[in-house]
């Protein structure tokens, strides 16, 4: 069983930034890829930065340039650190943990509101 807890969301106004975290526990030691998505009102989930263990990044088109992710072996977390954060940016983020054999684990989410 994997637990994954997400931190740090929160409301800013346009331009400015935030570091999201998502602390795993549990048996993460063979995951594939870690990643955040987020789910804004009315819209499908989407991939916002993922990893694969074996360090491939992968980022949404519209968040290149402004938002980071990174990982620290040594807390189990991931962070994704957004910078130049849009209006449109506001949803809830989830901390998703993927494994090969097809199974995933999903945060609770953590809702970032960017006000204009």
């Known amino acids: 069983q994997v637990q994954l807890v997400e931190s740090g969301g929160g409301l800013v106004q346009a331009g400015g930034s935030l570091r999201l975290s998502c602390a795993a526990s549990?048996?993460?030691?063979?995951?594939?890829?870690m990643g955040w998505y987020r789910q804004a009102p009315g819209k499908q989930r989407e991939l916002v930065a993922s990893?694969?263990?074996?360090?491939?990044?992968n980022l949404a088109d519209s968040v290149k340039g402004r938002f980071t992710i990174s990982g620290d072996n040594a807390k189990n977390t991931v962070y994704l650190q957004m910078n130049s954060l849009k209006p449109e940016d506001t949803a809830v983020y989830y901390c998703?943990?993927?494994?090969?054999?097809?199974?995933?684990?999903w945060g609770q989410g953590t809702q970032v509101t960017v006000s204009s």
């Open positions: 998703n943990i993927k494994y090969s054999y097809g199974v995933d684990y």
């Open positions: 549990g048996s993460i030691f063979s995951f594939s890829a």
């Open positions: 990893f694969t263990r074996g360090g491939n990044i």
